[in-house]
């Protein structure tokens, strides 16, 4: 892939998932049904739901691996990609790249969680979890950070004029 | 000394640097960019990494086959292996979440682990066998999409979500998953690419 190839695309996968975002927090991604209660949950009502209950330990790692990352991913991305090609920040942005790189995927936690509470999906009339549209919209903002991350290589954050005319 | 520094540039960021030997558990960084441009580890044999892939894929199919929790609700009771949570979303009609969480929980991990366990056989005993180079550069990129511990921590915070609804109890499932995502760190820790690259050169 070529690098303008490279950085167009990037800046399509986090442009779409920019939009995305607003759907995947707005829509519930689950219902869970207690004794008869239907309770459609958004991600950050399941985090509320949580901390609620008084797990705030539990909840704190949820709320920073579903929503914090996600946000704090795309921002990165954006800003990365916005000063790409000029000499602006250039260590920091690698350390960003590098740390969004480790963190990144903790956000499949949300995901993960809703496939186990799926799994009880058909118990009874009493207890049941059904997913939501919003789990579309969430799985594909992570993709579309995972991939744009993957394929703004941090050799990117590098090239200057000079190299990418000598190509 | 002198004579042992070699000029070469940066991968990542093409600064230049000088190339030279280093003593075990050094690492030699990019001044520029932070890039670690070569480790000396103190492991310098894959043994270790074919040992632990073969552990990690014995983890991952007991992982695989073990409840990792019961549920009870009302005298109802359900127990859930990993795929279960798979099938039932992709019952529900979200396939595409289902076929993300069957990649990355069960597919990416086992993948992985039978690439490492494939190149690092291939270079103990010294087998020039088919494929070997193009499934060591595979490995590299399916270790990005292996997420057990991950998928671990999720299962604690279902638990305790479950909790609310009814009673939930651990299975031996959820202490292979654990085991296994300690075996597929220590995987990637020993498994040094390095080493790889030495060893095919020597292969031909």
């Known amino acids: 892939m070529k690098n303008l190839t490279r950085v167009r695309l990037a800046q399509a996968l986090v442009a779409s998932g920019l939009v995305l975002y607003i759907p995947a927090n707005v829509i519930p991604v689950m219902t869970m049904t207690v004794a008869g209660d239907v309770e459609p949950l958004t991600v950050l009502g399941g985090v509320q739901e949580l901390y609620d209950s008084g797990l705030w330990p539990v909840a704190g790692i949820v709320f920073l691996a579903s929503i914090v990352v996600p946000f704090l991913k795309l921002l990165s991305l954006s800003w990365m990609l916005l000063l790409h090609g000029t000499s602006t920040l250039r260590p920091h942005r690698a350390a960003a790249h590098r740390i969004i790189h480790q963190i990144g995927t903790w956000s499949m936690i949300d995901i993960f969680l809703l496939a186990v509470l799926a799994a009880v999906g058909q118990l009874g009339i009493l207890a049941s979890v059904q997913a939501e549209p919003g789990a579309l919209f969430f799985s594909a903002v992570l993709l579309c950070t995972l991939f744009a991350a993957e394929v703004y290589e941090p050799k990117l954050i590098w090239e200057t004029e000079e190299t990418s005319a000598a190509k | ?204």
Request: neutral net charge.
């Open chain 2, 1 to 204: 000394m002198a004579d042992d520094l070699t000029p070469n540039s940066c991968p990542t960021c093409a600064a230049g640097f000088l190339d030279r030997e280093l003593e075990v558990g050094q690492e030699l960084r990019c001044g520029r960019c932070s890039h670690v441009l070569k480790r000396e580890g103190r492991i310098r044999s894959l043994h270790p990494a074919w040992a632990f892939a073969t552990t990690g894929l014995i983890l991952a199919a007991l992982a695989n086959s073990y409840p990792v929790m019961t549920f009870d609700v009302a005298g109802n009771t359900q127990s859930n292996l990993i795929i279960t949570g798979v099938l039932s979303l992709g019952a529900q009609g979200y396939w595409p979440v289902a076929v993300l969480v069957f990649f990355c929980a069960i597919a990416a991990p086992v993948l992985h682990l039978l690439s490492v366990w494939y190149v690092s056989a291939a270079c103990c005993l010294g087998q020039r066998w088919p494929m070997v180079r193009q499934i060591a550069h595979a490995s590299e990129r399916i270790e990005a999409w292996s997420l057990v511990p991950v998928f671990a921590v999720a299962c604690v915070v279902a638990v305790v979500k479950l909790d609310m609804l009814g009673s939930v109890q651990w299975d031996l499932g959820i202490f292979w998953i654990a085991l296994l995502s300690v075996c597929t760190f220590v995987v990637s820790q020993t498994f040094d690419r390095a080493i790889v690259a030495r060893r095919l050169e020597e292969l031909g």
